[in-house]
């Protein structure tokens, strides 16, 4: 499936739901279950690689992790790229479409510092320049990670916008929050779920367009992993 018909899933009729895949194996089961899309988790993905989240995975093994994801399923795929590696605005996305995904998820902020907001409009305003139509663009605004500044946040997302992103993601906005941003920002916005609240219908019912997981299925079937592995003796 083209890029254009998975931007498309982002206006509906229905919101977009995501589940976060972390290797093959999850991305079929997702597929299998009915979503129409799947979105990696570079979180996910790097701990099952051996490598923890923060960019600290070589950018060589999250392309190819992602490209076995995407060869693995039918629907679109679109990979969470950390910050983009520090990759140059052509290179990163000639090696996003080699993998097969559709869209990709870059954030703002390193090393739980934030990137100047300036800055990180000019590099998504390159990427999407270099992608053209081929790419959907997710620009993660980690705001309320660092200061939970909604002021901050609202002129993030405003700047990316007009840097030409298709979405924005102010992972982990405070619900009361949530219908501020979807008004100020404008255009889909993703919204960020657990497996045990807030659920895709809370976000959905505050104006989420586009919903994902992060790294918390993976976090989830671990644990569940974990607490199954003392009965098995």
């Given at each position: 499936?083209?890029?254009?018909a998975?931007?498309?899933m982002?206006?509906?009729p229905?919101p977009?739901?995501?589940?976060?895949?972390w290797?093959?194996?999850?991305?079929?089961?997702?597929?299998?279950?009915?979503?129409?899309?799947?979105?990696?988790?570079?979180?996910?993905?790097?701990?099952?690689?051996?490598?923890?989240?923060g960019?600290?995975?070589?950018?060589?093994?999250?392309?190819?992790?992602?490209?076995?994801?995407?060869r693995?399923?039918?629907?679109?795929?679109?990979?969470?790229?950390?910050?983009?590696?520090?990759?140059p605005?052509?290179?990163?996305?000639e090696?996003?479409?080699?993998?097969?995904?559709v869209?990709?998820?870059?954030?703002?902020?390193?090393?739980?510092?934030?990137?100047?907001?300036?800055?990180?409009?000019?590099?998504?305003?390159?990427?999407?320049?270099?992608a053209?139509?081929d790419?959907?663009?997710?620009?993660?605004?980690?705001t309320?990670?660092?200061?939970?500044?909604?002021?901050?946040?609202i002129?993030?997302?405003?700047?990316?916008?007009?840097?030409?992103?298709?979405?924005?993601?102010?992972?982990?906005?405070?619900?009361?929050v949530?219908?501020?941003?979807?008004?100020?920002?404008g255009?889909?916005?993703?919204?960020?779920?657990?497996?045990?609240?807030?659920?895709?219908?809370?976000?959905?019912?505050?104006?989420?367009?586009?919903i994902?997981?992060?790294?918390s299925l993976?976090?989830?079937?671990?644990?569940a992993?974990?607490?199954?592995?003392?009965?098995l003796?």
């Amino acid at each position: 499936m083209t890029a254009v018909a998975f931007r498309a899933m982002h206006h509906g009729p229905t919101p977009l739901v995501l589940p976060n895949a972390w290797d093959p194996v999850s991305a079929r089961a997702i597929a299998e279950a009915g979503y129409p899309a799947i979105a990696t988790s570079s979180g996910a993905v790097a701990r099952v690689i051996g490598y923890d989240d923060g960019q600290l995975t070589p950018p060589k093994e999250m392309f190819a992790a992602v490209a076995r994801i995407a060869r693995a399923v039918e629907v679109p795929v679109t990979a969470d790229l950390e910050a983009g590696y520090g990759l140059p605005p052509k290179e990163f996305v000639e090696r996003v479409l080699e993998t097969g995904a559709v869209g990709c998820n870059l954030e703002d902020s390193l090393d739980r510092e934030m990137v100047e907001v300036q800055r990180q409009a000019d590099y998504l305003a390159e990427v999407r320049a270099v992608a053209g139509a081929d790419l959907v663009i997710n620009a993660r605004i980690d705001t309320f990670l660092v200061n939970k500044n909604l002021e901050e946040a609202i002129a993030r997302g405003r700047a990316y916008r007009r840097a030409g992103v298709d979405c924005v993601y102010p992972i982990v906005a405070p619900l009361p929050v949530l219908p501020t941003l979807v008004e100020e920002i404008g255009g889909p916005v993703n919204a960020h779920a657990f497996p045990d609240g807030p659920t895709a219908a809370e976000l959905i019912a505050l104006g989420a367009t586009r919903i994902s997981y992060g790294t918390s299925l993976h976090t989830y079937t671990t644990e569940a992993l974990r607490q199954l592995l003392p009965n098995l003796t």
